[in-house]
């Protein structure tokens, strides 16, 4: 297992917590595009350079990769989205779509709209009820295969995805609408199911909820939502896949402006972002 930080001095190759400079035409784009992923990170780590302190200031280990993201994976989410749409008719097709053979899965973010590790995501400033999503995220190459994972917050508007299925767009897909990092993870093996992935949110400095799921829960096999997504899209630099969230906030809750998200994945680390 390496694990990959994105730095603003560029890339650095992590192993047993000894951080090295990747070599000079070593990049994302790269390791995305290889048709062996690990082998090529193995390679780039063997011809890496001396060690260097870890890094204080982190970027989203993201180049030219899209982000997409699936949905109701969780009997939690599936729940919660019946709910929020229930004048909408959520009981109907949210049932259906937990159940079927084929997920959902929806565009989610570009890097311009990612937010890095301890910048802003952010809550539209036209809804009224806002929830992060923390999500095991995959990294898929060039061909589909999963590689590596790290953590993604899947932002969300809940008041206006709820008001019409129509709307899911503008509801995940804005500036600030999602986070990824701090690192990726590069591996041949997947997390285990009981795996867990927290969240806690603070306001002011105090918790204000805190929840905890395990990657088990996930409804689907996991190379199945990658191979779903690769049907009928190519992607020449590779994609993230966000696979759905297990935590969902009280109905009472939403964000504020000045929040912090934390989202942690052992052993991705720590993902956190202050709310704008």
């Known amino acids: 297992m390496i694990r990959l930080h994105a730095t603003p001095g560029g890339l650095l190759l992590e192993q047993q917590d000894v951080f ?9 784009d790269g390791l995305f595009r290889s048709a062996d992923p690990v082998a090529l990170a193995q390679a780039a780590l063997a011809a890496a350079g001396t060690p ?28 919660a989205r019946i709910a929020e749409s229930r004048d909408a008719g959520g009981g109907t097709f949210y049932d259906k779509v937990y159940d079927a053979d084929r997920p959902e899965l929806f565009f989610k973010a570009t890097p311009h709209r990612t937010a890095a590790p301890d910048a802003p995501v952010r809550i539209r400033a036209d809804a009224r009820w806002s929830v992060p999503e923390p999500e095991l995220t995959l990294a898929l190459n060039a061909d589909g295969r999963i590689f590596g994972y790290t953590i993604g ?10 008001e019409n299925p129509l709307y899911l767009p503008q509801a995940k897909v804005y500036d600030g609408c999602a ?13 285990g199911p009981d795996t867990p992935i927290r969240l806690e949110i603070l306001r002011a400095g105090q918790t204000v909820f805190t929840g905890e ?4 829960r996930i409804r689907r096999p996991l190379p199945s939502l990658a191979d779903w997504l690769f049907r009928e899209n190519h992607f020449p630099a590779g994609a993230y896949l966000m696979t759905g969230t297990g935590i969902v906030p009280p109905d009472a809750f939403t964000l504020h402006s000045g929040d912090e ?16």
């Open 213 to 216: 799921t395990q990657i088990g």
């Open 52 to 79: 260097v302190p870890a890094p204080t200031h982190r970027l989203a280990p993201l180049q030219s990769q899209e982000i997409w993201a699936a949905g109701v994976t969780y009997l939690r989410s599936k729940s």
């Open 261 to 276: 998200v934390r989202i942690s994945l052992p052993p991705v680390g720590t993902l956190r972002n202050p709310v704008a």
């Open 179 to 191: 986070a990824l990092g701090p690192c990726l993870v590069v591996t041949a093996d997947l997390p």
């Open 20 to 28: 090295r400079p990747a070599p000079g035409d070593f990049s994302l």
């Open 153 to 162: 917050n899947d932002m969300s508007s809940r008041d206006i995805e709820g």
